[in-house]
């Protein structure tokens, strides 16, 4: 269980690098740094600003977000770990759809960096901070077009799938015989009994009616 629990943490963590950067096969290692760059920029820009300064109240607010969704994906996940071992979140075929409670919390996530880097990128300018939630909301639709990219691959993915599966079943059924009946050779049939042999003719020569049996087998 616990070799399981740590594979799923790892994959979860590829699926998070992948919910917040959406395009193309960035290296995790440097989406998930930039992510906690992120955080501790924002950490220390709330730490030096004034009580009473604009920017304080947003940061806050996503940095809650961003540490909820955290807590979101990891109870999402933590379901499955008594599961069976091939119960993973980066598993193929249908096996993917034990994402869909994780799905909300990587949604949120997405869009609580993206708040965070508009927030941090006006903080300086406090009259252009009520600009933030827009340019927040931006970058959010521009990370939405990559799912609704990466939707669209997996859609064409399965359509490939699903004809190739139509090619093979029809392959398997051309193989068969039209009768229906199976072609594995048939096991052979008890041999039929014999007629009375001369010997045991010979053992019943007692009888007129075991001679007459022998008679008509010679």
Not at 98 to 104: E, K, P, Q, S
Not at 167 to 172: E, K, T
Not at 187 to 202: D, E, K, V
């Amino acid at each position: 269980m616990i070799d399981h629990a740590g594979t799923i943490a790892e994959q979860a963590l590829t699926l998070l690098a992948r919910a917040l950067v959406p395009f193309g096969a960035p290296p995790r290692g440097l989406v998930l740094g930039a992510a906690a760059l992120v955080v501790l920029a924002a950490l220390i820009v709330r730490a030096r600003l004034p009580h009473d300064h604009a920017a304080r109240r947003p940061l806050t607010l996503w940095l809650w977000t961003v540490l909820g969704g955290l807590v979101g994906v990891a109870a999402s996940y933590a379901l499955i770990v008594p599961a069976d071992d091939h119960y993973l979140p980066l598993a193929p075929g249908v096996v993917n759809r034990i994402n869909l409670l994780a799905a909300a919390p990587y949604g949120l996530l997405a869009v609580a960096f993206a708040m965070l880097i508009a927030t941090l990128a006006l903080a300086a300018w406090p009259s252009a901070l009520r600009s933030a939630p827009i340019v927040g909301a931006a970058l959010s639709l521009v990370i939405a077009g990559g799912y609704l990219n990466r939707t669209i691959e997996d859609r064409h993915k399965w359509d490939d799938a699903a004809r190739l599966q139509e090619r093979v079943l029809s392959a398997i059924q051309a193989s068969l015989p039209h009768d229906g009946r199976s072609s594995a050779p048939s096991t052979p049939s008890a041999r039929p009994p014999t007629a009375p042999t001369a010997s045991r003719c010979s053992r019943s020569r007692g009888t007129s009616r075991a001679r007459s049996a022998c008679a008509c087998t010679t």
